[in-house]
C-alpha cells in the first residue's frame, strides 16, 4: 500500500467533515449546503474506517491523533441530537424527500425504462405466439399462472375471487409488494443487475397478463383493475429500483474512493428514498383490496382515482414549500 498516496486521496474527506463539524459546533447548520448535510454521516463512516487503517498500517502519530479527534467530534454532533420525532419525521417527509426524488429522477428513468422493455417483450411475443404464456423464465413458474389462464379463456377476471376477503387480500398484497420492493433495494448490491433482472421480470409479468386479456378481448377488464392502485405500486416499484441500482452504479463506477467506501456514501441516500416506498405500497394494498377489484364500482371511477393519485403525487412532489420546518 503507497501510504503517500491513500493519504493525498482521504485528505479531502477528512476536511470536508472538519468543515462539516466546525459549522455545527459554531451553531452554523444553517450555512451548510444541501450536499454537506446529505453526505456528512456517509464521510464519518468513512473517515472511522481510515482511522482503524491508519491504526492498523501504524501511520504517524500526529495523522492518527487527528483522525481520532474528528472521529469522536463527529460521533458527538451525530449522536447527542434529540431523538427523532413526529416533526422531524414530517420535515424529512414534507422537505427532504421530494429533493431526494428529484434527484433521483434519473435512476427513477431507468428503472421505468427496463420495466418498460420487459412489459414490451411480453405483450409483444404473446400476441405473436399464445404458447409463450406457458414460458418458464423462472424455473418451475409459468409466466401467466394456470388458474389465471384458464379464466381469462373462459372471460371472467381471476380478481373477483378477492371480493369478501378484502383485509385479507389487502394485507397480503401490500406485505408481497414490499416484499418484491426489498428485493429491488438490496438486489443493487449485484452491481444492479439483480435489481434490473427483478425490474424486467414484473414488467414482463405485466405485460403478458394485459397482452392474454387483450387477445380475448378483455383488455378494459384488466386495465380498470390495476388503473386505481396501479400508479402508487407501479411508481413504489420504480423507486425501489432507483435506490437499488444507485447502489450497483457506486459499485461500478467509484470513482476515486474503493468500492465499500462509495457504497457507504449513496447508502444514506438510498435508504432514505426507498422509505418512501412503503407508505405508497400500503396506500396502493389498500385500494388493490378494497376497490380494484370490485365490479360494482364503475370504471370511470376507477380510472379518476387513477388520475387523483397522480395528480396528488405530482402535488406532492412539486409543490413549493416555504423553507420554515413543520412545527
Request: aromatic share 14%; glycine share 8%; net charge positive.
Amino acid at each position: 500500500m503507497n501510504i503517500e498516496k491513500w493519504l493525498n486521496q482521504q485528505k479531502q474527506y477528512w476536511l470536508e467533515l472538519d468543515e462539516i463539524v466546525l459549522k455545527i459546533s459554531k451553531n452554523q447548520s444553517k450555512d451548510l449546503t444541501n450536499n454537506q448535510i446529505r453526505r456528512f454521516s456517509s464521510l464519518y463512516m468513512v473517515t472511522a474506517q481510515d482511522l482503524a487503517r491508519a491504526r492498523a498500517i501504524g501511520i504517524s502519530a500526529s495523522v492518527e491523533n487527528y483522525l481520532n479527534n474528528l472521529v469522536i467530534k463527529s460521533h458527538n454532533q451525530i449522536y447527542s441530537g434529540k431523538p427523532q420525532n413526529k416533526i422531524s419525521i414530517l420535515n424529512y417527509l414534507w422537505f427532504e424527500y421530494p429533493k431526494l426524488f428529484t434527484r433521483y429522477t434519473r435512476y427513477i428513468g431507468i428503472a421505468f425504462l427496463i420495466f418498460f422493455w420487459g412489459f414490451s417483450f411480453g405483450y409483444i411475443n404473446i400476441q405473436v405466439n399464445n404458447d409463450f404464456a406457458n414460458a418458464y423464465i423462472v424455473q418451475g413458474k409459468p409466466i401467466l399462472p394456470g388458474q389465471v389462464k384458464q379464466l381469462v379463456d373462459e372471460h371472467k377476471m381471476w380478481t373477483q375471487g378477492i371480493q369478501g376477503f378484502e383485509s385479507y387480500s389487502s394485507a397480503f398484497i401490500a406485505t408481497n409488494n414490499i416484499r418484491v420492493s426489498i428485493l429491488l433495494y438490496i438486489l443493487g448490491l449485484s452491481f444492479g443487475l439483480g435489481t434490473a433482472w427483478i425490474l424486467w421480470l414484473n414488467g414482463l409479468s405485466i405485460g403478458v397478463v394485459i397482452g392474454y386479456c387483450a387477445k380475448h378481448d378483455m383488455l378494459p377488464n384488466i386495465l380498470s383493475f390495476i388503473a386505481s392502485h396501479g400508479i402508487f405500486e407501479l411508481l413504489a416499484f420504480y423507486i425501489a429500483g432507483a435506490a437499488g441500482l444507485s447502489l450497483g452504479y457506486a459499485l461500478i463506477n467509484p470513482g476515486s474512493y474503493k468500492r465499500i467506501d462509495s457504497l457507504k456514501l449513496v447508502a444514506v441516500d438510498s435508504v432514505k428514498i426507498f422509505c418512501g416506498v412503503i407508505p405508497l405500497l400500503i396506500c396502493a394494498g389498500i385500494i388493490e383490496g378494497y376497490i380494484s377489484p370490485q365490479s360494482r364500482i364503475e370504471n370511470s371511477v376507477k380510472y379518476i382515482i387513477s388520475l387523483t393519485t397522480l395528480g396528488l403525487f405530482l402535488l406532492f412532489i412539486f409543490m413549493p414549500r416555504d423553507k420554515q420546518s413543520v412545527g
